[in-house]
Nanobody, 131 residues
């Protein structure tokens, strides 16, 4: 099991920002597609943002324009910058890594079944946004 370690969660007011980090030291970004997912209480896990091995990014419609996924190769860290947070962003946030070869095409880039079957997952970091 590859340890992915998230950090940076917390409790904020609506409109504020947070930056989540995920240490991925055993992995190399050139081989793995990286993603952020979240799960609110009573809800299914959903994809938030994905970054491909070539740096192309994908976002859920609900976070486009507010969240930015990035990675630092030297620091072996994945980030999720979250701006203008809303109460509906409250959830446990997870980072995940899936081998590039497991993704059959961009149409499947946020296929939850694919990620849950083949990915490494972190333990999650809680984000709570109050109005």
């Amino acid at each position: 099991q590859v340890p992915l370690v998230e950090s940076g969660g917390g409790s904020v007011q609506g409109g504020e920002s947070l930056r989540l980090s995920c240490a991925v030291a055993p992995l190399t970004f050139s081989d793995f597609v990286m993603g952020w997912f979240r799960q609110a209480p009573g809800a299914e896990r959903e994809g938030v943002a994905v970054i491909e091995t070539d740096g192309e990014t994908h976002y859920a419609d609900s976070v486009k324009g507010r969240f930015t996924i990035s990675q630092d190769n030297a620091e072996k860290t994945l980030y999720l910058q979250m701006n203008n947070l809303k109460p509906e962003d409250t959830a446990m946030y997870y980072c995940a890594a899936i081998q590039d070869a497991r993704i059959p095409g961009q149409w499947a880039i946020m296929d939850l079944g694919l990620w849950e079957s083949y990915s490494f997952w972190g333990q999650g970091t809680q984000v709570t946004v109050s109005s």
